[in-house]
């Protein structure tokens, strides 16, 4: 991971792809959405869906999943070249979530994080907070999901 000094307004890094089966689906509506185009491919194309569904929270899932499996794949590829790994901290949360199309069965969606602004904390000056879009595409280029994180990101120099 990086510190915030070294982060650029636009950098942009894809950080993952995941396909969507039929049984992955059912399985997280089961236990966390379970709505009839989730569960039910009969029911999915009954639905405005036309095929069965993945919940949106399951496209958040395996997003942020992907995200922190390929931070920590970082974090070790720095580490390993000897350079200072930064420990980000905590998200104080995330806007603009949608869910823009269906996610069907099927479906491979490929996951990509751009920043998007970047500024100091006024009241923790270590600490720098970044914006950044994550965005789900699927096998066809369409945009399926997207959201607003933000996330702490610790300074190297506070002082500066």
């Not at 095929?51 to 929270?57: D, I, M, P, R």
Request: charged letters at 25%; a positive charge; one cysteine or more.
């Amino acid at each position: 991971m990086r510190f915030f000094e070294d982060i650029e307004i636009g950098a942009r890094r894809e950080f993952g792809s995941f396909t969507f089966t039929a049984e992955d689906i059912k399985r997280f509506a089961a236990q966390f959405d379970p709505q009839r185009f989730h569960l039910d491919e009969e029911a999915g194309r009954k639905s405005l869906f036309g095929g069965l569904a993945a919940s949106g929270w399951h496209v958040a899932s395996v997003c942020m999943k992907l995200l922190v499996a390929d931070g920590k794949r970082l974090a070790a590829e720095a580490a390993a070249r000897g350079e200072t790994v930064a420990v980000w901290g905590p998200s104080p949360g995330f806007r603009e979530l949608r869910w823009i199309r269906p996610v069907l069965a099927g479906d491979t969606i490929s996951f990509t994080n751009q920043i998007e602004t970047k500024r100091t904390s006024e009241r923790r000056p270590e600490w720098g907070i970044l914006q950044a879009r994550n965005t789900g595409v699927n096998q066809r280029n369409e945009v399926v999901f997207s959201f607003l994180a933000t996330a702490f990101v610790p300074r190297r120099n506070p002082g500066s």
